[in-house]
């Protein structure tokens, strides 16, 4: 069975500062990785992915996530922390050819002034 | 170019009644899926859909149906509520079968069962 763990509820960080939401998962397979950002009262909204390939994925809104497979994790990154940025951040994982994805618990971001 | 659309956004429910919460996409695409969304849980899959006609259980199946007659439409029912159910509901889409593919989310239903 597939799994992911966010290992804290809440990050905290200071407003230009750089920060980094854990992410760790366990798959049989190849992994399909995947963040998704949630804003109060929206939806997901996709953030960034990890197919195959380069071990440092780029995506929107200056985020990237570094793919470590012998940690098994896959870190969200953002040199420069905006107030904006404060949001539900969810890391999900799909085993490769495997129709169902399973998502973190969530780790709230709060980005302080 | 709506993308994913849930109604209603909001709605309160009598234990033991039945509704529906319907989504729809204008993205002509064939996955679809249904996750409930609680406090300290993340998001949990209910049912998902690979295309009209085709539907399957996700990890939280019980007390929940669906069907899937057209690629635009995935309504989901709750056939008996129960305050177990209170949770927010988000539909999803994302194109083709691949597994590699991102899922589009609707605005989701916030749900009440009293």
């Known amino acids: 069975a597939q799994s992911v763990a966010q290992p804290e509820d809440q990050v905290n960080v200071a407003e230009g500062n750089p920060l980094t939401v854990k992410c760790t998962y366990s798959?049989?397979?190849?992994?399909?990785l995947f963040w998704y950002v949630q804003y109060p009262n929206r939806g997901l909204q996709f953030l960034l992915k990890?197919?195959?390939?380069?071990?440092l994925v780029k995506g929107s809104y200056g985020f990237e996530a570094e793919f470590n497979k012998s940690q098994t994790s896959f870190h969200l990154k953002k040199p420069s922390a905006l107030v904006s940025d404060s949001a539900l951040y969810f890391c999900?994982?799909?085993?490769?050819?495997?129709?169902?994805?399973?998502f973190g618990t969530g780790t709230k971001l709060q980005v302080i002034p | 170019n709506a993308g994913v659309t849930q109604t209603p956004k909001f709605q309160v429910l009598k234990t033991g009644q039945s509704m529906t919460l319907q989504c729809a996409q204008d993205m002509n695409h064939e996955y679809m899926s249904w996750y409930r969304q609680d406090p300290g849980m993340g998001l949990r899959l209910i049912h998902y859909?690979?295309?009209?006609?085709?539907?399957d259980q996700g990890e939280v199946p019980n007390g929940y149906n669906v069907s899937r007659s057209t690629t635009e439409d995935f309504p989901l029912r709750l056939l008996s509520a129960a305050p177990s159910q209170t949770s927010v509901y988000f539909c999803a889409s994302k194109p083709g079968r691949s597994s590699y593919n991102e899922q589009f989310f609707g605005p989701g239903t916030r749900l009440t069962v009293l």
């Open positions: 798959v049989s397979g190849n992994p399909y």
């Open positions: 990890y197919i195959t390939g380069d071990n």
């Open positions: 859909s690979v295309g009209a006609g085709i539907t």
């Open positions: 999900a994982v799909r085993d490769g050819g495997y129709q169902k994805v399973t």
